[in-house]
């Protein structure tokens, strides 16, 4: 049985993948009615707390690998860790990101402090570091759709995008197959580096009309995911992360993706096409 510990994008597609490979999966959720399409299609959904070390020690019931992915709050992926422990898993594939334990960013401290308590647990483990989430841009596609233009704090600066399915097909890969993985770290990125201004070539090509890429400032980024729902806290830390771009945070790529699924990483012009009907 591979446990994964929430029913977000790359969990929930995750999971999709290992049911259709044959493997017995299960999804902790905190509202098991919002992952009921998982169910239908062969995942044991159980409700669970990654709060609530109990609930976590029951879904990890004849576990023998774990899916770990989740916002990454430190107290959370550790109570996981422990359980993991506790049952004897072999194996933990935890989806993190840039990680270092003196970064500006309270999240890349954090995963720093997770991955740490991971290596530190015994258990084996596989840790897949993401750069930049295609799918963020989802969160400005209405304000795409109806004004043709967004902004952002990232300036010129580059990023080597990865589309969350991708992310997800790595994980579920090495779920399955955990043994050549174990004790690695692997960089996940898309194919090529693109700027924002980039991106918004990349959508005005696809929607046939003109899409504007403005600067500004960390503030007015924070401010517009608070305005899609983004807590202050967390919509703070995110355009401080997106401020570094600027700085060539993330202009790096890897061909880790292609390398372990043995096929391309998507684009995003891929990307774009799938979720056209955001955009427009």
Sequence with gaps: MILITTPGKVGSEAARLLVERGAPVRMLARDPAKASALRQVGVDVVEGDLDAPATIDAAMRDVTGVVLVSPAVVAQELNVIASAARAGVGTVVKITSKASADSPIARQRGQAEIEAG???????????????????FLMLAPAIAATGAFGSSAGPGLVGFVDTRDVAAVAAEIAASPGPHIGKTYRLTGPELLSYADVAAVLAKLLDRPIVFSERTIEEDKQAMMSVGVPEPIAAMNAHAVSLIAEGDAAWLSEDVPAILGRPARTFARFAADHAAAFS
């Design 118 to 136: 991971l290596i530190a647990s015994g258990v084996g483990y596989t840790l897949l570091r993401n750069n930049f989430y295609m799918q963020n």
